[in-house]
């Protein structure tokens, strides 16, 4: 891939670049809507992500250009605004961009950037987050800066609530940034805090990819945001993660129903996740699979944040022998189902699965069975 981005770049350009940056795609592995609300949360950084390739240039404009795509985007250096339609994709890179100055760091002035992604898109794996940290790591090799990883993360969090629009958390920042391979990252997204958990030998994950995508994606997930946040303040806190249970059904009647649905999933979510970090530890991959399709079954009916694509995955997924349990990943409506399964779990057994969606919704999940991977990092 590396000598790819490199050609690719040299061809466009007329000159080679002077980094090579790449950053993993994540699994959210358990801890749903629980980062922007306080909470703590267990991803995967995988073996699939964005790579992108940069040099610095003389004339004050940034050029940016996909190998998704033909041709180049051109931005005056200055104050950009945000891009719509086929050049929505370059709001990730010109969000870090501009987030830099926000966050005191250099600006490189002149720009030629390449983006070469092998993440499915829209599966849920955050090829944003993956091209928000690769974009960061390439700028910050170009103007010889070194800042703590912590800030590389919170910068693409910053980039993404702020340029691009969408009031995400840490989570897929955070482990394309700190991710190690055979790793979980763990994050207590309060400090947020990063920390890595090792995943036990012969845990295997595959990937589900419906293709679809709810057409008001950003829309619900905001509306989820919002609904988090009215709920805390009803309940007389800042964020969910300070409810307990206990508290929360004491004020059950200061929240309309839909508002202590989707607190209490935040809250037994909060609590799902101390309890696999606990079954990891002592090695109980049964008992986590369990805790993972729990928290599928809360998306589904408590916070809403399911489809009946993602319902018949894990229907489908956790009947089949060698599966400890599935789940949605990520922010939901639409997007992956995660099968968390042991070494015995086989392209065969995927295959039926992808049988019985075909012949439900006519058409063939993408099917990705994924390595843990490292964090993100510079190439050359
Ligand atoms: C998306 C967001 C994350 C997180 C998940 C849901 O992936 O980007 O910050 O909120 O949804 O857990």
Redesign the pocket.
Known sequence: MRNKVIDQFSRLYGHPPAVVTRAPGRI?FI??????NGGT?LGAAINHGVWVAAGKTAVPELRFATAAQSGVVTVPAGAPHRRNGAERWVNYPLGIWTSFREFGLRQPAGLDYLAVSDLPVGA?L?SS?ALELASALAYLALTGEHPPREMVVQLGRHA?NNFVG?P?????QGVSGFGKKDHLVFIDCRGPHFDTVPLPAGAHFWIFNTHTKHALIDGL?AARHRECLDAAQALGVDLLADVTLARLEQGKTRLSETGYRRARHVVEEIDRVTRVRTALARGDLAAVGRLLTASHRSSQVQFENSTTELDLLVEALTDLAHVYGARLT???FGGAVLAFTDAGFSPVQAEQVAGVYARKFGSRPGVLHCETGDGAEVIA
Do not use: M, Q, R, W
């Open positions: 959210e801890g749903n809507h629980t980062d922007y949360v849920g955050s987050a993404e969408v995400c958390g840490i989570l897929d997930y990520g922010g939901g």
